[in-house]
């Protein structure tokens, strides 16, 4: 299951890299937000670079402009929980990060959510 989980985390940080040409860039203090879009103009991926390293919170889009994930990182490190919505936002992987390294998974279902909040 972690490996799956690593497939989506490094699928989701290339992802904006591989389907876009250049990013819009807009320097934010000692930040530099990048979003990307597709060919459509919708975007896919939002988030920061800190001295040419994603840094802070990261959010990619579908091509329908849902969010489906929302990763977070530290001076180009995967850190605390990332988050990935699958099937039209049924279900949800929790993937938990310390120092690029996974710690902890947690897959949970439209079933799961409901049986947890009433």
């Given amino acids: 299951m972690k490996k799956i ?3 989506l985390a490094m699928v989701f940080t290339l992802a ?3 389907q876009q040409e250049k990013p819009v860039l ?4 000692d930040l530099v937000k990048a979003t990307y879009t597709n060919e459509e103009g919708v975007v896919t991926q ?7 390293k994603p840094h802070g919170e990261w959010v990619a889009f579908d091509d329908a402009g849902k969010k489906i994930a929302m990763a ?6 995967k850190v605390n929980t990332w988050f990935f919505w699958t099937d039209n936002k049924k279900s949800l992987s929790e ?3 310390d120092n690029n390294e996974i710690k902890n998974v947690t897959n949970w279902s439209s079933m ?7």
């Fill in 26 to 29: 807009e320097k934010q203090g």
């Fill in 46 to 52: 939002i988030g920061f670079f800190k001295d040419g």
């Fill in 5 to 7: 989980i690593f497939t």
């Fill in 95 to 97: 993937v938990e990060f």
């Fill in 112 to 118: 799961d959510a409901l049986a947890t909040n009433p």
């Fill in 72 to 77: 977070t990182y530290d001076e180009g490190k």
């Fill in 16 to 18: 904006g890299f591989a």
